[in-house]
């Protein structure tokens, strides 16, 4: 008795559409003959078998995403006119894309790592993306020295694998990255879950209200579920048995009606008070402090659906710190102005130029109108449509109304380092969050740094990057030297 399928999908075909007769056995000459190039279903499967991926992401390779909701809950009229946030109960749909940094798409969840936080709001003026990480700062403050740090954290172009060295090299000659380093490091280094995580925006960023008065803003994402991290132990362990850790978990958490949420607050800084504000409030290695700007709660963030393909809604989405709407513009942080170009560059040549049209990158809200057409992946969606601006056949025109406001500059062009404010420097705020931390958790952080630093082979290097240490806290240093003597003995 043959075995009964359900046949209500209709025949196999080809990407033409013509029925496949067979699929389990190619055309050959004869019995046991070589195959025949006019095996057409054959020569189809392999041929798009060879290009089913698509270049991974050179950071961030490895995500898990879903689509869920941002609701107002505080009138932050007076700051923007963004009107996805323009009166309390709006919702809005988003989709969210998690990841870690510098692994390759084939790496495992449970690894110390900055997380990737990339937001997608689908507002009815355009898409906003909104791309951070789950740490309020970074190790470096230009984007110039991006592609150099990158090329620290992946793998060495003779050995093939990471190497301590390189790692460590980068950092102690780039004293600006003790205090995220300290932060890598520290108990939060590796998050049990995606959901046991805070997200932020990290960059500052500039509101803009009705009136033309501008503000600048830090976003933060306190999760709802709580903060649980991983020791390295716990962390060595699942990477080894559950790769996929934080991507089933969260996936399956969503399909169990378990949704992760998040309280969503800002901080917000006048324009006219950042230029006497104690440290650069557009340095990336920084953060506000909040008894200096109080973190102000505006809204709700869940997640409740999860994607049906993952290629096709978590490896094709695209984001860009570019996308902003009316009411939201960018600020002179120079590893912002690096990604307003860096992050549409790498999907142009990864995704293709009409990655935008895709389904979970297109608006959802609105729909986008303007005279680019053809391209590799254009879908003729325009139809008879003029392609130029203006015309007299009704087609888009310019608003004349700016997202953001204009935002002051003066000088001689030129190299320049980042300007420094009255207490600026690379070492202050990682010593503040060094001696925030309990005495176990300092330990955690002795232990961890320490058994990275010990696999460094020249001297001169670890000497270095201890200085950077002691130099953000006495003590830091001073702890860490002994721990990485112990462990070179």
């Known amino acids: 008795m043959s075995e ?4 209500t999908a209709g025949p196999l075909t080809t990407e033409s559409g013509a029925p496949i007769s ?4 190619s055309e050959a000459a004869g019995v046991g003959g070589p195959l025949l190039i006019q095996d057409q279903v054959l020569l189809e499967k392999l041929a798009h078998f060879n290009r089913e991926r698509i270049p991974e992401r050179v950071v961030h390779a490895r995500g898990a995403g879903a689509y869920g909701t ?6 932050v009229t007076k700051y923007t006119k963004a009107k996805f946030l323009s009166q309390v109960g709006k919702e ?4 969210l894309r998690f990841s870690t940094v510098a692994d390759s798409l084939g790496g495992a969840d449970a690894r110390r790592d900055p997380r990737g936080w990339a937001l997608k709001f689908y507002t009815e003026e355009g898409n906003y993306d909104l791309v951070g990480n789950n740490t309020p700062v970074f190790f470096i403050r230009d984007a110039i020295k991006f592609p150099d740090f990158i090329h620290t954290q992946k793998r060495d172009p003779y050995t093939g694998s990471q190497e301590a060295d390189n790692v460590w090299d980068f950092w102690s000659l780039s004293p600006e990255s ?6 890598l490091f520290g108990d939060r280094g590796i998050p049990a879950s995606y959901r046991h995580m805070d997200g932020f925006g990290s960059h500052t960023f500039q509101w803009v209200n009705e009136a033309g008065e501008q503000f600048w803003v830090k976003y933060h994402f306190k999760t709802d579920q709580g903060i649980k991290n991983l020791t390295q132990d716990e962390a060595n362990k699942l990477a080894g048995e559950d790769p996929d850790s934080h ?3 969260l996936r399956e958490s969503i399909e169990r009606g378990d949704f992760p949420s998040w309280t969503v607050q800002v901080q917000i800084m006048p324009a006219a008070e950042a230029a006497t504000y104690r440290y650069n409030p557009f340095d990336l290695t920084k953060v506000w402090l909040n008894e200096d700007y109080p973190r102000i709660t505006i809204g709700k963030l869940e997640l409740n659906r999860n994607p049906e393909n993952i290629f096709a809604e978590v490896e094709q989405s695209i984001f860009s710190p570019a996308h902003f709407v009316p009411g939201i513009g960018p600020s002179p942080d120079k590893m912002l102005q690096g990604r307003l170009f860096a992050y549409g560059d790498a999907h142009r040549y990864r995704v293709g130029i009409n990655a935008d049209h895709l389904p979970v990158n297109r608006p959802h809200a609105t729909e986008a109108r303007n005279g680019n057409r053809d391209g590799q992946g254009y879908d003729g969606r325009h139809g008879r449509q003029k392609n130029y601006e203006p015309n007299s056949f009704g087609g888009p025109y310019e608003t004349g109304q700016p997202l953001w406001g204009p935002t002051q500059v003066s000088g001689l062009t030129g190299e320049w380092e980042t300007p420094k404010h009255a207490e600026d420097d690379d070492f202050v705020q990682a010593g503040k969050l060094y001696r925030l931390m309990s005495e176990d958790e300092q330990d955690r952080l002795i232990a961890n740094l320490s058994g990275f ?4 082979s020249r001297e001169d290097i670890i000497e270095r990057a201890i200085a950077n240490f002691a130099k953000a806290d006495e003590n830091y240093g ?10 070179r003995k």
Do not use: G
Request: net charge negative; hydrophobic share 45%.
């Open 478 to 487: 001073k702890r860490l030297a002994v721990a990485v003597a112990e462990l």
């Open 453 to 456: 630093i010990a696999k460094v």
């Open 178 to 183: 003790v205090h995220q380093v300290t932060w």
């Open 4 to 7: 009964q399928f359900d046949n």
């Open 70 to 75: 941002f609701t107002v809950t505080a009138d």
């Open 92 to 95: 809005t749909e988003t989709f």
């Open 22 to 25: 067979n699929n389990n056995q």
């Open 247 to 249: 991507q089933r978990d």
